[in-house]
């Protein structure tokens, strides 16, 4: 029986002897050959622990631009999964690279993970998965993480971020999703102490906002809105890792949110802390031009996970309410109330916001008071304990000085009958009534239909 010594010696002779070739004169299924032979003899050393080093001719050889930009995807498939090899045997340190070296060599390995969307080829599909799991199981996207927290340029791991998303297909196994959600949250948890850039914030949560993603819905006539099949994987996955990280993500989601809410204007782009993720407002995030549909999917994930992700972003969306822009205030109406009609509790714990929002009946504009209407009187059927706060308001609007802002709350207050006629007072329906006689046609004759 051959001795450890002679074997690690063995192994590394044979890894030397692979590592010295000119690799210009071979032909691709000679240097295909090459590599697979390569990797096998990493492969024999996992078993046998005889190695303790890469020879420096292999490194060499694997990191020659020419062939981690090969043109035959074969070639680039296998120096991926070498170099995964590698990074998995070898601490970081026995393998000395410089920035470059080590972003070029992630470049190859993220063009193998975006690869993943292509199931044409089973067997490099599997090639492709066995990198993904490689890089999930042994967490080797912390190399990455620790050379941007050095170099300070995420270029990589966005490019990263970007090829799990976007390689993530309905037809992948559970297990493709855990590997890739593996990544996001090993990658994130490094990030933790040194703040997440805006840009690696910007992709992560991209999927969970469809007018990003562009699936899932189709608009009908008059705004209706369909739902077309189920939420996309990619959208399932980012919840998931979101959820998993929350007690330090969270926090980081909200500072970013709260920014774009308020509006801080700052030159840090690094979201870690409270204070240090409050001034991220200068990057042109298109995210932030989705933010209250970013608030409401936040809102929708904490539910579902038993999370209170929005709780400390409330204050800020009680702000937006006082803001000279009517489309956003607009918006913030429209969230706050799908938000109190989805939470059992929401109008309690922030009864502050509640009043500024019922506030909103005597905007000035009529698109918000009718807003106002369909929000009280969707929330007056959830939460009927609210009726003596809301209904008032809402019947009030039946002498509002515009035709929409009339006609919406006979509507609306019609429907509220309909589902339920104790509901309504009798002041109410004697008002309503009154609506009968209103000058305009449109509103008499809903008045009349609706009673």
Same mark, same amino acid.
Request: aromatic fraction near 6%.
């Given at each position: 029986?051959?001795? +450890?010594?002679?074997?690690?010696?063995?192994?590394?002779?044979?890894?030397?002897?692979?590592?010295?070739? =000119?690799?210009?004169?071979?032909?691709?299924?000679?240097?295909?050959?090459?590599?697979?032979?390569?990797?096998?003899?990493?492969?024999?050393?996992?078993?046998?622990?005889?190695?303790?080093?890469? +020879?420096?001719?292999?490194?060499?050889?694997?990191?020659?631009?020419?062939?981690?930009?090969?043109?035959?995807?074969?070639?680039?498939?296998?120096?991926?999964?070498?170099?995964?090899?590698?990074?998995?045997?070898?601490?970081?340190?026995?393998?000395?690279?410089?920035?470059?070296?080590?972003?070029?060599?992630?470049?190859?390995?993220?063009?193998?993970?975006?690869?993943?969307?292509?199931?044409?080829?089973?067997?490099?599909?599997?090639?492709?998965?066995?990198?993904?799991?490689?890089?999930?199981?042994?967490?080797?996207?912390?190399?990455?993480?620790?050379?941007?927290?050095?170099?300070?340029?995420?270029?990589?791991?966005?490019?990263?971020? $970007?090829?799990?998303?976007?390689?993530?297909?309905?037809?992948?196994?559970?297990?493709?999703? &855990?590997?890739?959600?593996?990544?996001?949250?090993?990658?994130?948890?490094?990030?933790?102490?040194?703040?997440?850039?805006?840009?690696?914030? $910007?992709?992560?949560?991209?999927?969970?906002?469809?007018?990003?993603?562009?699936?899932?819905?189709?608009?009908?006539?008059?705004?209706?809105?369909?739902?077309?099949?189920?939420?996309?994987?990619?959208?399932?996955?980012?919840?998931?890792?979101?959820?998993?990280?929350?007690?330090?993500?969270?926090?980081?989601?909200?500072?970013?949110?709260?920014?774009?809410?308020?509006?801080?204007?700052?030159?840090?782009?690094?979201?870690?802390?409270?204070?240090?993720?409050?001034?991220?407002?200068?990057?042109?995030?298109?995210?932030?031009?989705?933010?209250?549909?970013?608030?409401?999917?936040?809102?929708?994930?904490?539910?579902?996970?038993?999370?209170?992700?929005?709780?400390?972003?409330?204050? =800020?969306?009680?702000?937006?309410?006082?803001?000279?822009?009517?489309?956003?205030?607009?918006?913030?109406?429209?969230?706050?109330?799908?938000?109190?009609?989805?939470?059992?509790?929401?109008?309690?714990?922030?009864?502050?916001?509640?009043?500024?929002?019922? &506030?909103?009946?005597?905007?000035?504009?009529?698109?918000?008071?009718?807003?106002?209407?369909?929000?009280?009187?969707?929330?007056?059927?959830?939460? +009927?304990?609210?009726?003596?706060?809301?209904?008032?308001?809402?019947?009030?609007?039946?002498?509002? +000085?515009?035709?929409?802002?009339?006609?919406?709350?006979?509507?609306?207050?019609?429907?509220?009958?309909?589902?339920?006629?104790?509901?309504?007072?009798?002041?109410?329906?004697?008002?309503?009534? =009154?609506?009968?006689? $209103?000058?305009?046609?449109?509103?008499?004759?809903?008045?009349?239909?609706?009673?």
């Amino acid at each position: 029986m051959s001795s +450890p010594s002679k074997t690690s010696t063995g192994a590394k002779a044979k890894l030397v002897k692979l590592g010295m070739v =000119n690799f210009s004169k071979y032909k691709k299924t000679q240097l295909i050959n090459h590599f697979q032979a390569l990797y096998n003899a990493l492969k024999d050393r996992m078993t046998s622990g005889a190695l303790k080093e890469i +020879p420096p001719a292999t490194i060499e050889l694997l990191s020659h631009r020419n062939i981690l930009n090969h043109k035959e995807k074969g070639v680039r498939i296998l120096v991926a999964q070498i170099w995964c090899e590698i990074f998995r045997i070898v601490a970081p340190e026995k393998v000395p690279m410089t920035s470059k070296t080590l972003k070029s060599i992630f470049s190859v390995i993220i063009q193998q993970i975006s690869g993943l969307v292509d199931q044409e080829d089973q067997a490099q599909f599997e090639q492709r998965a066995s990198i993904l799991r490689v890089v999930a199981d042994e967490s080797i996207s912390v190399l990455l993480i620790d050379d941007m927290m050095d170099v300070g340029e995420d270029e990589t791991v966005v490019e990263l971020f $970007d090829a799990l998303i976007g390689s993530l297909h309905p037809a992948h196994s559970h297990q493709i999703l &855990g590997w890739m959600g593996e990544i996001f949250c090993t990658c994130l948890s490094e990030m933790e102490d040194g703040g997440i850039p805006e840009s690696v914030l $910007d992709v992560l949560l991209r999927p969970l906002i469809k007018e990003l993603r562009g699936d899932g819905e189709l608009m009908l006539i008059d705004g209706e809105v369909a739902k077309v099949g189920n939420a996309p994987p990619t959208y399932r996955l980012i919840q998931m890792v979101i959820a998993h990280c929350a007690d330090f993500l969270g926090p980081v989601i909200a500072d970013f949110v709260n920014a774009t809410l308020v509006g801080v204007k700052s030159g840090g782009d690094g979201l870690g802390t409270a204070s240090s993720s409050a001034g991220a407002g200068s990057s042109a995030s298109e995210i932030r031009e989705y933010i209250h549909p970013l608030v409401y999917e936040l809102h929708v994930l904490g539910k579902r996970k038993g999370l209170n992700l929005i709780a400390s972003i409330m204050p =800020n969306l009680s702000k937006q309410l006082q803001t000279e822009d009517d489309s956003i205030r607009l918006q913030t109406v429209a969230l706050l109330g799908k938000l109190f009609c989805e939470s059992t509790t929401m109008h309690t714990e922030h009864s502050s916001v509640l009043s500024e929002w019922l &506030g909103r009946f005597l905007d000035k504009s009529s698109s918000i008071r009718k807003e106002m209407i369909v929000g009280s009187c969707l929330l007056l059927r959830a939460q +009927p304990s609210l009726s003596a706060t809301i209904l008032p308001k809402v019947v009030d609007k039946l002498l509002d +000085p515009d035709v929409d802002v009339r006609f919406q709350a006979v509507d609306k207050l019609c429907t509220v009958a309909f589902f339920d006629l104790m509901v309504l007072p009798k002041t109410a329906f004697r008002r309503l009534k =009154n609506r009968m006689d $209103d000058r305009r046609v449109e509103i008499a004759t809903a008045a009349m239909i609706g009673l």
